[in-house]
């Protein structure tokens, strides 16, 4: 009887493990993946002007310059505005993997 006991004990414990394996793939299935994030660092020579990134306002350069930004792939176009000045605007394309992003911004005032 002790035999059939330890072969028991045995296939219960196969059991449990297999049972835990399987949670574990089913839990780490449902975790949401975040996509990877591309930053964006700017610096410019108007610190209150305001910068938009695909049309959403984001903070004063200021601010973005202080803390950066996660981009997630794919192109954005970033825009920085100021009254008296001329807008500036680009588009950068932000791959997955890829190194920070470094933007210097140079604001051209408007002539008088």
């Keep these: 009887m002790a035999g059939a006991s330890a072969n028991a004990n045995a ?4 059991r449990t493990r ?8 089913g839990l780490s299935a449902c975790v949401p993946r975040t ?3 591309v930053s964006l660092r700017m610096k410019g020579n108007v610190p209150d002007a ?3 990134i695909d049309d959403q306002y984001i903070g004063a350069l200021a601010y973005v310059a202080a803390r950066g930004v996660a981009l997630p792939p794919g192109t954005h176009r970033i825009t920085v505005e100021k009254a008296g000045y ?3 605007d680009r588009l950068v394309e ?3 993997g890829a190194p920070p992003i470094h933007l210097q911004v140079q604001m051209t005032p408007v002539p008088d």
């Design 94 to 96: 932000a791959r997955s």
């Design 18 to 25: 297999a049972a835990a394996a399987l949670l574990l793939l």
């Design 86 to 88: 001329f807008a500036w």
């Design 11 to 14: 296939k219960n414990a196969k």
């Design 35 to 37: 996509p990877a994030t």
């Design 50 to 52: 305001s910068v938009t």
